[in-house]
């Protein structure tokens, strides 16, 4: 069996350094960047996640393919080629071995984030938000599904995007065993919006509590993930009215304008954007830059009491 650091390349030096010290780092996926956020608000998002988990005493690992490498820790030139997003493709997890065999610039949704983090031997994600089950097509739904179910990682976002249907978003993953746990909330969040109405069983309060669940996930011998939610800042939310009435009217021109596939979200995250006049893309940096420093925050929690453990 291949050895899961055996890829050449996979960490940056600097994430290789923060693994032998026994830093907390955090994964961060790439296609929000690439494609998810346009020009320059991905740069923002860029700066203001990584300065995020920086400042919680933590080390980012932003995931790609780069140039037919699987990478964890893209950084420098390599990050810069993606922000400008020539070339670069959209990359799910099944779409990695094919991105690496022609060599390809390949930015990592979240399905493809879990299987490089989870190769790399790390434990928390942040993001934005998940996929889910589509609306109007209960038969198509993300892969992130399926790999948060098959996949060891702590995720932290602002629940599926809302363009999705939510409520089956939320059953799907009941069903795949996954636990959705509120971070000081007991309602899953709406992406854009702080509240959906869709009540959650479990929540914690503190980056300990949070740690303490992920402990003992894995001594139960779990192999899924854990997806631990977190509303947008209150301040930069929206309200769900808006975000409905955008949502509608952004579908019904995806269906117009007979856009489909992976083309859809970006298509439908922009529709958005001109009908909030920009209000979503505040949103959504400001949420982006939140989950990282949370996920920061937990991090540091797992590597201080890995140290502990190591030397009592």
């Not at 996929?131 to 993300?142: K, L, W």
């Not at 702590?154 to 939320?170: Q, Y």
Request: aromatic share 4%.
């Amino acid at each position: 069996m291949r050895d899961r650091l055996s890829f050449p390349g996979l960490l940056s030096d600097r994430v290789a350094a923060s693994r032998a010290r026994g830093e907390g780092v955090v994964v961060l996926e790439s296609s929000v960047f690439a494609q998810g956020l346009a020009i320059p608000a991905n740069r923002q998002a860029a700066t203001r996640m990584l300065a995020a988990v920086e400042a919680q005493g933590a080390v980012p690992a932003v995931t790609a393919v780069a140039r037919g490498v699987p990478r964890v820790g893209l950084d420098g030139e390599d990050l810069e080629r993606f922000l400008c997003r020539t070339g670069v493709r959209k990359v799910s997890a099944r779409d990695l071995p094919v991105c690496m065999a022609q060599r390809a610039d390949g930015a990592t949704t979240v399905a493809a984030t879990l299987v490089l983090g989870a190769l790399a031997g790390l434990t928390v994600f942040a993001t934005g938000g998940i996929g889910g089950v589509h609306r109007d097509a209960p038969f198509d739904e993300s892969a992130d599904l399926v790999e948060l179910a098959r996949t060891p990682m702590l995720v932290v976002c602002a629940g599926a995007k809302s363009i999705l249907d939510l409520p089956a978003t939320l059953e799907r993953l009941e069903t795949l065993g996954v636990p959705v746990v509120g971070y000081r909330t007991r309602e899953l969040p709406g992406f854009f919006t702080t509240g959906t109405g869709l009540s959650l069983d479990a929540s914690v309060e503190s980056p300990e509590e949070a740690a303490d669940l992920w402990r003992h996930h894995r001594a139960l011998g779990r192999s899924g993930s854990v997806l631990l939610v977190q509303p947008p800042p209150p301040e930069s939310a929206l309200s769900a009215d808006i975000v409905g009435e955008a949502t509608v009217h952004a579908l019904a021109q995806a269906r117009k304008a007979g856009v489909r596939g992976g083309a859809v979200t970006p298509f439908l995250l922009s529709e958005i954007e001109r009908r909030t006049a920009g209000g979503s893309v505040h949103a959504n940096l400001a949420l982006l830059e939140a989950n990282a420093s949370l996920g920061a925050q937990i991090a540091v929690v797992l590597a201080h009491d890995r140290a502990l453990n190591e030397t009592s």
